[in-house]
């Protein structure tokens, strides 16, 4: 497979993301850099049982995206938009939203402590740990490359 980032490196990714400022232009896409941040807050809050989610697909194409997207080489294409990013912040800054980012990390961690626990992603249907650190790792990379973060 090919290197995407490693959501197990927290020193490096909380390194990482502190170097943003607030006015870092990205490179594609209408992000700023805090809603970035707090976009990969909930998307982990997804992932750590804080949120409940649901699988918006079919079993047949879930299972045939989740191949694709999961177990190939394949990024997350640029410019990929889901929902707009909201309007108003939820953290007071970046510093905080990366602290909270920090956080719902480690409860993804301890979640998937329980022995043959899953988490249902809208696309992908039920993933269990290794599948969520692969796909977290694609979803972090792209946006990390989205800020000129990593190459």
Known sequence: M???FDINNRAELRRLL?????????IWGKMTPQQ????????????NGKKIPF???P?????????????????????????????HY???????AVNQLMLELE???????????TAIHGGFGPMNHHEWLI??????????????LIA
């Open 59 to 87: 079993a047949d194409k879930a299972y045939q995206m989740k191949q694709l997207m999961v177990y190939s080489d394949k990024e997350i294409g640029r410019n990929v938009v889901f929902q707009s990013p909201p309007e």
């Open 90 to 96: 939820q953290y007071p800054d970046i510093p905080t």
């Open 107 to 117: 409860a993804f961690d301890r979640y998937f402590e329980q022995p043959g626990i």
């Open 135 to 148: 796909w977290h790792g694609k979803h972090f990379t792209h946006h990390l490359k989205q800020f000129g």
């Open 18 to 26: 502190l170097s943003l400022k607030p006015d870092t232009t990205p």
């Open 2 to 4: 090919a290197q995407f």
């Open 36 to 47: 970035m941040v707090e976009h990969l807050v909930d998307q982990v809050e997804w992932t």
């Open 55 to 57: 699988c918006e697909q």
